[in-house]
């Protein structure tokens, strides 16, 4: 069973920085789609950024509303991403969740439907 694992979370104040990691455990398959989403207490879950495994080096989505302040990695060897997250401010708490898919197509236009496998969170709090 595919489990993507997250970790990095936290609580910091506004302006500091996170980096958040994401593995899949309990599969050798490597996802061709993986992203990050955040949720934050009533509102939808929304999607923040993707990258697919045969362009690692290529992000496929990033959520620019947020700015230019959240890069995501990826590294196909050992089968994680990553969510450099830069300038936090308190809009930003929420649970971030690491998504993957087989296919590569969520990438492209990533809703939370579309992506099979989902982590279980990681809580990041940002305070003023």
């Known amino acids: 069973q595919v489990q993507p694992v997250e970790s990095g979370g936290g609580s910091v104040q506004a302006g500091g920085s996170l980096r958040l990691s994401c593995a899949i455990s309990?599969?050798?398959?490597?996802?061709?789609?993986m992203g990050w989403f955040r949720q934050a207490p009533g509102q939808e879950r929304e999607a923040v950024a993707t990258?697919?495994?045969?362009?690692?080096?290529?992000?496929?989505f990033v959520d620019f509303r947020k700015g230019r302040r959240f890069t995501i990695s990826r590294d196909n060897v050992k089968n994680e991403v990553y969510l450099q997250m830069v300038d936090l401010n308190p809009e930003d708490t929420a649970m971030y969740y690491c998504?993957?898919?087989?296919?590569?197509?969520?990438?492209?236009?990533?809703?939370?439907?579309?992506?099979?496998?989902w982590g279980q969170g990681t809580q990041v709090t940002v305070s003023s």
């Open positions: 309990g599969s050798t398959m490597r996802p061709m789609c």
């Open positions: 990258n697919r495994a045969a362009t690692s080096s290529t992000t496929d």
């Open positions: 998504a993957a898919d087989p296919s590569p197509d969520p990438c492209i236009n990533p809703t939370r439907l579309r992506f099979t496998y």
